[in-house]
């Protein structure tokens, strides 16, 4: 099962338990109104997650090694931060495993820790409309 690890402030950070199965993933995702996470099949789920009302959580992924345009799903509701070498993959149409690209020599650009976390936070605001 999923479940709440802990509790900051007002944030949750969830984590799947051994065996959680997708179908509970999504319950727990739709009881979210934002979910932030990285480039993983968890955070692609909760970009796909569809509230019986119709509506969905926004999601922000957060994009290090990979093109944040070949990844993202186009909904409205979900948003990507891109390190600078997710951003030049996406200018330039090029993927690191097929392109068998060094993400060494780009230095640490492409790291999530090069992503500042006031920028997140501010994403976060700014898609909920926190005020």
């Known amino acids: 099962m999923c479940q709440v690890s802990?509790?900051?402030?007002?944030?949750?950070?969830?984590?799947?338990?051994?065996?959680?199965?997708?179908?509970h993933c999504?319950?727990?995702?739709?009881?979210a109104e934002i979910v932030i996470g990285n480039d993983t099949g968890l955070t692609h789920l909760?970009?796909?997650t569809c509230r019986t009302d119709g509506?969905?959580?926004?999601?922000?992924s957060l994009y290090g090694r990979h093109a944040h345009t070949k990844w993202t799903t186009g909904a409205g509701h979900h948003?990507?931060?891109?390190?600078p070498f997710s951003q030049m993959l996406?200018?330039?149409?090029r993927c690191p495993v097929r392109d068998r690209l060094d993400d060494s020599v780009w230095s640490q650009s492409s790291l999530?820790?090069?992503?500042p976390p006031h920028l997140i936070a501010e994403t976060a605001a700014h898609v909920a409309d926190w005020r």
């Not at 948003?79 to 390190?83: D, E, G, P, S, Y």
């Not at 999530?112 to 992503?115: A, C, K, R, T, Y």
């Open 6 to 23: 802990r509790t900051v402030g007002c944030t949750a950070r969830i984590r799947p338990g051994r065996g959680a199965s997708a179908a």
């Open 26 to 31: 999504v319950d727990v995702f739709a009881s």
């Open 46 to 48: 909760a970009a796909l």
């Open 55 to 60: 509506t969905s959580p926004h999601v922000i």
């Open 79 to 83: 948003h990507a931060i891109a390190t």
């Open 90 to 93: 996406a200018a330039a149409d």
């Open 112 to 115: 999530l820790v090069g992503i």
